[in-house]
């Protein structure tokens, strides 16, 4: 059996203030503070580059930045294999790098004229992963979860479900929902409600920001759910639907929540597989494949620049294209 990939342990902060290259440290920080990164790619970056400043102290004698070659490289990329990480995890520190190299050679070129991105071709690429089968859930599926969810009176789970089906939102465009959408009336006329816009995916800090479409079900269950949660405090003033209850009150939730969720629907599916964006596969899917829904309408609904990204998103049984040659 094949062992689960490793996550590699954050730079604590007293490496970063103490002992990382200041010189290092300090074009990471200037590449950081760019403004073109989103906050969760801006996340992702500040840890993926305080893990390359670490090896640099570790295992490249502390050397600047602009000292390393591609030797280096293929160094710090055969590291990370041996740590039995993913592949996707290898290779957005290895783009982390990549980018900051870029930056340096940019920007710095009067400093360091002979520096060069120390990610050449000549770096092989990482072998991708053995990929699990991602199997989408059902529309009966997605029932059964809302009908357990019910009896358990689980209110915000089944808006979380019925809203991140039915729009094929993200992680973090589903926390962002606030609870205004409950007064909203249908769209023009339309079978469907419109949501206030909300930060998608895209460059920047303020990213992408779209409306997302979502049905009377949806309505319902964020009504039902919010009805119940103001019963439960003596004053909800948290905007947001998707909350933690404390002592001062309600408060946004994280979206690592959402995965934790999606383990107890595993569960009661019998152990099926289920994550976040499992629905947003899911979504596609079924509308394509069960609905007979048009590519470009699912395209729109997911917010996709082009359909042939949104038909990753479908997940096809070919095995009936095969019947005319037995």
């Known amino acids: 059996m094949a062992q689960p990939y490793r996550k590699i342990e954050n730079v604590d902060t007293e490496f970063w203030d103490i002992q990382a290259n200041p010189y290092n440290k300090e074009l990471i920080e200037e590449f950081l503070s760019q403004q073109h990164l989103s906050p969760a790619t801006l996340k992702q970056y500040t840890s993926a580059l305080k893990v390359f400043a670490k090896w640099i102290y570790d295992f490249a004698r ?25 592949s996707n995890s290898i290779k957005f520190k290895r783009s982390a790098v990549s980018s900051l190299c870029g930056f340096i050679e940019l920007y710095y070129h009067d400093e360091h004229p ?3 991105n120390i990610f050449t071709k000549s770096i092989p690429a990482v072998p991708k992963s053995n990929i699990k089968e991602k199997v989408p859930l059902t529309i009966e599926e997605i029932q059964t979860l809302i009908d357990e969810l019910t009896r358990r009176q689980e209110w915000q789970k089944i808006a979380y479900i019925c809203f991140t089906y039915s729009t094929g939102c993200r992680r973090e465009e589903t926390r962002q929902l606030r609870t205004e959408v409950a007064t909203y009336e249908k769209y023009k006329e339309k079978n469907f409600y419109v949501s206030h816009k909300i930060r998608a995916k895209g460059r920047g800090k303020e990213g992408k920001l779209r409306h997302f479409a979502f049905d009377e079900r949806s309505m319902k269950a964020i009504q039902k759910w919010l009805s119940h949660r103001s ?46 964006h499992l629905f947003r596969s899911s979504r596609a899917t079924n509308a394509v494949i069960e609905e007979g829904k048009d590519i470009q309408s699912v395209q729109k609904l997911l917010g996709h620049e082009s359909s042939q990204t949104t038909e990753i998103y479908v997940v096809r049984d070919d095995s009936d294209d095969l019947d005319d040659l037995f």
Not at 67 to 86: F, G, M, T, V
Not at 233 to 253: A, L, M, S, W
Not at 254 to 267: G, I
């Open 114 to 116: 002979t520096f060069r």
């Open 231 to 276: 019963n439960q405090v003596e004053q909800d003033n948290c905007p947001y639907v998707f909350v933690r209850k404390t002592k001062n009150g309600y408060q946004q939730i994280s979206a690592n929540s959402f995965n934790l969720w999606c383990k107890e629907f595993s569960e009661i599916l019998g152990g099926k597989t289920v994550y976040p």
């Open 62 to 86: 502390n050397k600047n930045i602009h000292e390393l070659k591609p030797r280096d490289a293929l160094k710090y990329q055969n590291w990370l294999i041996s740590l039995n990480l993913s």
